[in-house]
């Protein structure tokens, strides 16, 4: 499963309009269920928290991926929002979330899950990638920059 496929453009926002780690699960989940016709808002955003309390998802220079397994999807999607102000997300370098890659999934399709995750681990080893990503303004230019650095990882490996 390829990361251009889970992040497509209709699950991109590139303006998100959160200030904390609440509102922005609220925007992306919200943004999330439009898209995919879901009324499961509740239970998305619950997996979310559950996922939250164990950790912070806020990994370090200005990413954070949260992510959560639930009954209400019946597979991985993703969602990719950029912060032009940044976010207070209780990140664990303490800094502002400014890139932020979502991922729910069935507990069911945990392979899946991780294999995005190990995808989203591989792009975001190369401080570029975040560069190129949050100076995008428009959603298809964030897509077109997402697939060109996952096709130089396919390449690479």
Known sequence: MLLHEIFSP????????????????????DRFCQVIKSNAR???????KEREVKMSTG???????????????????????????????EALDGNPVYLLFMIVGPPTDSEKHLHVLQGLAELLTNPQFFLDIAAQKDVQSVYGVLKKYEDTLITLN
């Open 10 to 29: 209709e699950f991109i926002l590139v303006d998100l309009e959160s200030s904390d780690k609440e509102e922005v699960f609220e925007e992306l989940v």
């Open 42 to 48: 509740d239970d998305i955003l619950e997996a979310l």
């Open 59 to 89: 990994i370090q220079r200005g990413i954070a991926i949260p992510h959560g397994k639930t009954h209400a999807v019946d597979k991985v999607y993703g969602m990719l929002g950029i912060s032009r102000k940044g976010i207070d997300y």
